[in-house]
């Protein structure tokens, strides 16, 4: 169940060279290339943002919480959801 051995890499690129040809396939191969590196740089510029936030101070994301439910005991809520008899 591993991956791809030779024989499976070397029939997809027999269908490969029979689908496009031998003129495009280097053309093809190219913009592939192209398009991995932009998407490493794209994945290199996510990472370094996400490190420049995790050495940001979290001070100004304090969440407070306030009102009479976040007070009151658990069993005075669980009194306070009771049906009446």
Do not use: C, H, W, Y
Not at 13 to 35: D, H, M, Q, S
Not at 36 to 57: H, I, N, S, V, Y
Not at 65 to 83: H, M, N
């Amino acid at each position: 169940m591993g991956g791809i051995g030779a024989t499976g890499f070397l029939l997809l690129a027999v269908i490969a060279l029979l689908l496009f040809g031998p003129n495009k396939l280097p053309e093809l191969g190219r913009a592939f290339g192209r398009t991995l590196k932009e998407f490493k740089a794209g994945t290199r510029e996510l990472m370094a943002e996400d490190d420049d936030q995790a050495k940001r101070p979290a001070s100004s994301s304090r969440i407070e919480v306030s009102g009479s439910e976040g007070a009151q005991p658990e069993a005075s809520r669980a009194e306070a959801r009771r049906l009446p008899e």
